[in-house]
């Protein structure tokens, strides 16, 4: 698969167990982070899609591979997997090195926030996603 983004990040502490292993919630920080700053260097901001839109999360996945541990330097993949009016998938592939450790998705809905329910994300958005840099 080709992959639109990376971002390396070390492993710190707090993504830790007392033995020095990343916490199965700790991989869903670096999901976030690749897909802040990818949004970010397409010039959009993230969760907040403007003024009067969110995008908050329907639903996430993520299998386990192989563990991290602390000090290790991981690069998370992104891929922008579907893309619709109102839905935004990103994929994900943490590796360590040439090592596959964990794979994922994370599905997000836009909605309006003030009536909390759903609605299209601006075009610009959606075209600024699907451009390459």
Not at 98 to 121: M, R
Request: aromatic share 16%; with cysteine; net charge neutral.
């Amino acid at each position: 698969m080709e992959y639109d983004y990376s971002f390396s990040e070390v492993v710190r502490i707090y993504d830790t167990d007392a033995q020095g292993i990343v916490h199965y919630a700790g991989y869903y920080r670096f999901f976030t982070d690749a897909m802040q700053e990818f949004v970010k260097a397409k010039g959009y901001s993230f969760p907040t899609v403007d003024e009067n839109r969110w995008m908050v999360v329907l639903e996430s996945n993520a299998k386990y591979i192989k563990s991290a541990r602390m000090g290790d330097t991981l690069n998370t993949f992104l891929k922008v997997s579907s893309l619709s009016k109102k839905i935004l998938r990103f994929d994900f592939n943490i590796m360590r090195g040439s090592e596959s450790i964990c794979q994922g998705y994370i599905l997000h809905i836009c909605i309006d926030k003030n009536s909390w329910k759903s609605t299209e994300l601006p075009q610009g958005f959606i075209d600024g996603l699907i451009k390459k840099v």
